[in-house]
């Protein structure tokens, strides 16, 4: 497989050169064990802590097994030798002014963090590696967003390449080899990482009924998430539900986005939305085999609606920031699908399945500037033509393309 170069570089470079320690964490799959080899591999020794001889070593002898791999040193998949970090804070104390000589790996967010919070606090930057965002899978790592670029060309989204890179997702085994079944590939990865992750998170009685809730929250991607409705189409009890929902957070499957609340004198709707965090692995939960089904089928605009919130996602994630992402809704029915807290300004983000951009389509950003005036910036349509337009002050019409080329 060809090295495709992540947008974390700099940052996975930059943390190792200021901090003790770095640790990545991601889903499985995504590169992180490629990314750290690529940028410390002739530099740091390796080692896997997945195998169970290996987890059974370090954890008897925790300072014998750091003598014998001794820094600098990449440690990958430290969630099953938890009790290391707190001898690897020893080495690190001992040295304190060295820097980068520990690079740890995790695919458990949750678990991972709490430990690192706890031993390595101060000593170590946490980054996070999603699968591929679509400006790295194009070879434009660098790409800008619609927002931020200072010059802006059209990229039309050919219709057959764009539901094509939909079903297939972002993980770059499946990236780099175009050839792969993707439906055979998906269906691994479901069964034997996502539910061996489930397992070593959380005891998990049914697993037929944890998969039942993995597809009903599928087809459920980029809808105000009512738990109660799926405990009770599933039969099983609300707090199961909720317990189920933050493994898959845990294990970087789903996030969950807020709404955006501000004092506008109006009640928003506080109840939160659900997305898979790859639309290849949501299209296989919810069946879909080809593009054409994609495209033309009732998830159509969920699948649309997720692909560009997930690029947003892995875009600001990759840069090492931590994304402030939203929705807007009202009880009367006026809703921005994505609102980026960008800092300097909130960039509300309307996604349209449609290839034809018209004005009514602005209607939720005025609404929302109506309400919010001066802390509204620029406001997007992100359609699938390849046209690009005003359609109000200051609301434009993107084409995907546009999104990530």
Known sequence: MSYIVRSLEPVLLRAAA???AVVLTGPRQSGKTTLLMHCFGQTHGYVS?????????????????????????ILDEVQYAPDLLPYIKERIDQRRMDRGRFVLTGSQNLLV????????AGRAAVLRLLPLSNREAERRPDASLPWEASSRTTSPARRGGLWLDILRGGYPELVTEPQR????????????YLERDV????????????????RALAARSGQLLNLADLSRDLGVALNTVKSWLSVLE????????????ANTGKRLVKTPKVYFADTGTLCHLVGLRDPEHAAAGPMAGALFETAVVVEVLRTLVHRGEEPRLYFWRTSTGSEVDLVIDAGEALIPIEMKLS???????????????????????????????????????????????????
Do not use: K
């Open 18 to 20: 200021e901090f003790p």
């Open 49 to 73: 802590l997945e195998p169970p001889d290996v987890r059974s070593a370090a954890a008897a002898d925790p300072r014998g097994f750091l003598d014998l791999h001794p820094a600098p040193v």
């Open 250 to 261: 845990a294990t970087y499957q789903v996030f969950v986005l807020r709404p955006y609340h």
């Open 199 to 214: 397992r070593s998170i959380r005891q998990v009685g049914d697993l037929a009924v944890f998969q039942s809730f993995i």
């Open 181 to 192: 079944d993707l439906n055979l590939w998906h269906s691994s990865y479901i069964q034997t």
């Open 355 to 405: 290839s034809t951009p018209r004005t009514q389509m602005a209607e939720g950003i005025t609404s929302l500037r109506a309400a919010l005036g001066d802390l509204v910036g620029p406001g997007y349509v992100v359609h699938q033509g390849d046209i690009r337009l005003s359609l109000a002050p200051g609301v434009t019409a993107v084409p995907i393309g546009d999104l990530w080329r």
């Open 113 to 120: 963090a709490e430990r690192v919070t706890e031993s390595l």
